[in-house]
């Protein structure tokens, strides 16, 4: 059993930064893609970054670019998502996934999620 636990969200000023977590539990990271999506209001829910061990490949989609890292700790089994410069567009549930293959930047790829952390960004 895979258990996937995501913290670090809550409400932020624009132009503030998070770290989010991701904690899994029951397989090792370094054998999987890790990746972090993102649902807003009445949106849905899509692609932000993966990383894939052991090369530490990442890949992030185009809005991701320049304001998110996504990185691992292979020895805690935990993928953190560090976002800065934040944007009220940004408001959304993040969940951390877990892929054993496909491609990274489709949900279908990932086969154990875990239930999210909110992220409001507001003045």
């Known amino acids: 059993q895979v258990q996937l636990v995501e913290s670090g969200g809550g409400l932020v000023q624009p132009g503030g930064s998070l770290r989010l977590s991701c904690a899994g539990s029951?397989?090792?990271?370094?054998?999987?893609?890790m990746g972090w999506f993102r649902q807003a209001p009445g949106k849905e829910r899509e692609f932000v970054a993966s990383i894939s061990w052991p090369a530490g490949r990442r890949v992030y989609m185009d809005f991701a670019q320049d304001r998110f890292t996504i990185s691992g700790d292979n020895a805690k089994n935990t993928v953190y998502l560090q976002v800065r410069a934040l944007k009220p567009s940004d408001t959304a549930v993040y969940y951390c996934a877990q892929s054993v293959g496909g491609t990274v930047y489709y949900e279908t790829s990932y086969d154990w999620w875990g239930q999210g952390t909110q992220v409001t960004v507001s003045s």
């Open positions: 029951g397989r090792t990271f370094t054998d999987y893609t």
